[in-house]
């Protein structure tokens, strides 16, 4: 029931179309006419009141069916304008780039009708209103009368209880005119029409009720109504769009201006241009270093020490009690003011790595402190031979380079990968050593002097192919004074001429191949770790080291040692302890190195003090990490740059919807009139702005593929890289998702404006 309480003036609701869009009221001031069609009764001929409103006057009450609406909230009056009101407009107000079957089914979209049911009835109304060859033209194909049609058949669809008409025939001829006012009446015969009109002819030719208006007043009611308050069940159903619909509309819009959406999107798509081709370059580069890394830094092994610095922010920059007012000295440890850890190489840690699993590790070499007791017969007699170079020549095998041995016993493959043969052949045997040269053939010419070999500016690879040394063992090399006192025995000849020594054979001269471009092994030279490991066994049980072990006395200097650290170091000097300086576990392959360094952290693990743990150095993730961060660091710059662009381009969209939302203004009223709430109005435009936002996502990264085409031809000339240019899937999708949300946060605050544009204002815009 729907009536008006407590008139105290005569203000009665003028414009009843454009207030019942607008929720508020007005009066009449022209000389006008309402024509009421349809059945008395029910309190339909009271609807006169229906806007709402008049509360917020002192003329009334609006009730409609027992409710009053003073307490409406404007999603209570747009579910009142969907699913009670239909409105037919002078002008028609129909959305252009919709179908006429789009313009009738958008109110009950609002409504939630499913799609089945929502296209029948669309039929159903477009057949009654004589449009049923028509369905598939837009509104700018049809005439004025079909126009008119289209908007009596939307404001039919939800089938509402009245139907508002302002004006319906104002725009058109007589005939035309006729035509829709019949069509008005028979629509009157099931449900309540008002129409407003200046024409008294047409108000007396088709109404059952004419209400006369002038300055704001009834002058005249040609059949009043009893007005009786009469509560009925009342129960508003809200609208709600969904955003595929908002999609709809919004797509269909796009497509009526596809040149200026195209250009747009083009130059909103420039940073994402400019961003994809920067991280395709970068993907391709760290792919390329990642390639040869792991080409280059497959055998690079795990380097386990028996010291290693750690670095630590402690370890720098501590400035704390410098230059200190005291009058004390501080003992320290430089070792661990410079965060030098002691790894204890115990027998338990060297079990478990020679226990770990085939599949990761391919060898384990083992670097001593160990000095080889070698000599050479020269043309000159018995030379004393190192294998080392320069001024710290001493311990033989202090820092140099062994070959491991593989742990499935094998001949390990390393040299033959990674070198050259120059002259001579690759070890046979562990007892074959080889020499290794630089790029240019360059060795340390100390190191040659101290092999015994005498030269001026060249020597011939035949001088040094071939050439015999021998090991001499701890019991012929030393000769025993006492107990704590030993020398090298002077009696060359008799050493060299030994038969419990082992004879070394230098088989060869090899080079770094130029497809390896980092060597594992430094210039000098290169023997088997299976031969030193004999040496060692065999010094074991050696005199010099069984008395060494039973007195505190250096028993080569007859200095007493200042401490237990010393007397270790002097044993392994001398073959006497297995215990090695170092160990370098080399991976099967680049992907088996996490194996190997997860296997040593397991160990780690078992360890609760510090002291205790193991720590690693892996000079390949070393080098990768610092790649790895350069190129990250170049690639976050440029990217920050690129991204300039995108900030431009969040202004430029927000402009373009508001330019949108002006051109759309009348669509926007027409939304709100079939009771569209400010949320969808919302949604509408941040779907429009969704569309341009994916499709410049896309364009974007359409170009920057194809850029890459080109891009790569010109590094694979300047640099013979090939296919360095190349775009992640992940990336194109993230860059899309990225477009479409600036895209979308740029138009925001335009469309929330829409959402705010009075209904009535909006469909006057033209």
Not at 146 to 172: K, M, S
Not at 189 to 200: A, E, F, G, K, Y
Not at 353 to 375: R, V
Not at 436 to 448: H, I, M, P, T
Request: hydrophobic share 40%; glycine share 6%.
């Amino acid at each position: 029931m729907l009536t008006l309480k407590n008139i105290k003036k005569s203000y009665i609701v003028g414009e009843i179309v454009t207030d019942a869009l607008r929720g508020v009221s007005t009066s009449f001031r022209e000389k006008e006419f309402v024509a009421i069609l349809g059945k008395s009764g029910s309190g339909k001929t009271t609807a006169l009141n229906i806007i709402g409103g008049l509360d917020r006057y002192d003329s009334g009450d609006l009730i409609i069916k027992g409710r009053h609406t003073k307490d409406f909230l404007d999603k209570d009056w747009d579910a009142y304008r969907n699913n009670s009101i239909g409105f037919v407009f002078q002008s028609y107000n129909l959305i252009n780039h919709l179908t006429i079957v789009d313009n009738v089914e958008i109110g009950m979209t609002l409504s939630g009708v499913d799609a089945k049911e929502k296209r029948r009835r669309t039929l159903e109304v477009l057949t009654r209103v004589g449009l049923k060859d028509h369905l598939h033209k837009k509104p700018n194909q049809l005439s004025g009368g079909q126009q008119q049609r289209v908007a009596i058949a939307r404001a039919l669809a939800n089938d509402p209880e009245i139907l508002l008409c302002d004006e319906p025939t104002g725009a058109l001829d007589t005939e035309t005119s006729r035509q829709i006012m019949d069509l008005i009446k028979e629509i009157a015969s099931d449900r309540l029409v008002i129409m407003v009109t200046h024409n008294p002819e047409l108000a007396h030719t088709y109404a059952n009720r004419i209400l006369e208006f002038e300055d704001g007043l009834i002058v005249s009611d040609s059949n009043p109504y009893d007005v009786k308050d009469v509560r009925q069940d009342f129960n508003l159903k809200h609208t709600k769009m969904k955003f595929m619909t908002a999609l709809k509309i919004s797509f269909n819009n796009i497509k009526t201006k596809l040149g200026r959406t195209t250009l747009t999107s083009l130059a909103s798509s420039i940073g994402i241009i400019g961003i994809a081709i920067i991280l395709s370059l970068s993907t391709g580069f760290k792919a390329k270093i990642d390639e040869y890394q792991t080409e280059a830094l497959a055998e690079f092994p795990i380097i386990i020490s028996n010291q290693t610095v750690v670095f630590d922010e402690g370890n720098f920059g501590n400035t704390e009690g410098i230059y200190p007012n005291t009058d004390f000295v501080i003992p320290y440890n430089p070792l661990e003011e410079m965060g030098v850890h002691q790894n204890k190489l115990t027998d338990e840690f060297l079990d478990y790595i020679e226990n770990i699993d085939k599949a990761y590790a391919n060898a384990i070499g083992y670097t001593y402190t160990f000095n080889m007791n070698l000599l050479r017969q020269t043309t000159d007699g018995y030379h004393e031979v190192k294998f080392t170079g320069g001024p710290s020549a001493g311990f033989g095998a202090s820092g140099l380079n062994s070959i491991p041995v593989p742990l499935d016993g094998t001949s390990n493959p390393i040299l033959s990968k990674n070198y050259d043969i120059l002259a001579g052949s690759l070890p046979k045997e562990d007892t074959d050593i080889v020499i290794l040269v630089d790029s240019k053939n360059r060795v340390d010419q100390q190191l040659l002097l101290n092999l015994g070999f005498k030269f001026t500016d060249k020597l011939s690879f035949n001088d040094i192919v071939d050439t015999k040394i021998k090991w001499i063992p701890n019991n012929v090399y030393y000769q025993k004074h006492s107990t704590i006192s030993y020398s090298p025995n002077l009696d060359k000849e008799a050493v060299f001429n030994s038969e419990h020594n082992i004879e070394l054979n230098i088989s060869g001269i090899i080079r770094l191949k130029e497809s390896s471009s980092i060597s594992l092994f430094s210039q000098g030279v290169i023997y088997s770790d299976a031969i030193v490991r004999t040496m060692i066994e065999n010094s074991l049980t050696s005199d010099i080291v069984i008395d060494q072990l039973n007195t505190d006395v250096n028993v080569l200097t007859g200095s007493p040692f200042v401490n237990s650290a010393a007397k270790e170091a002097m044993l392994m000097t001398i073959g006497g302890s297995k215990k090695p300086t170092a160990l370098t576990v080399f991976p099967l392959d680049f992907t088996t190195k996490e194996n190997i360094i997860t296997y040593i952290d397991t160990y780690n693990d078992t360890k609760t003090d510090k002291a205790d743990k193991i720590v690693y150095t892996d000079l390949a993730e070393t080098i990768s990490s610092l790649t790895g961060s350069i190129m990250d660091g170049i690639t976050i710059v440029l990217v920050a740059f690129a991204s300039i662009s995108l900030v431009v381009s969040l202004i430029m969209i927000g402009i373009i919807t508001y330019t949108s939302v002006l051109e759309r203004t009348k669509e926007i009223g027409i939304l709100k009139a079939l009771g569209a709430r400010k949320k969808d109005i919302t949604r509408v435009f941040d779907a429009e702005t969704f569309i341009l936002g994916v499709f410049s996502g896309v364009l974007g990264i359409a170009i920057a593929y194809l850029l890459t085409i080109p891009i790569n031809i010109i590094l694979y000339n300047l640099t013979d890289l090939n296919g360095v240019a190349s775009l992640k899937i992940i990336h194109a999708i993230i860059l899309v998702a990225l477009s479409t949300g600036l895209t979308v946060l740029g138009g925001h605050i335009p469309a929330k404006m829409a959402a705010k544009k009075d209904a009535v204002t909006a469909l006057r815009s033209e």
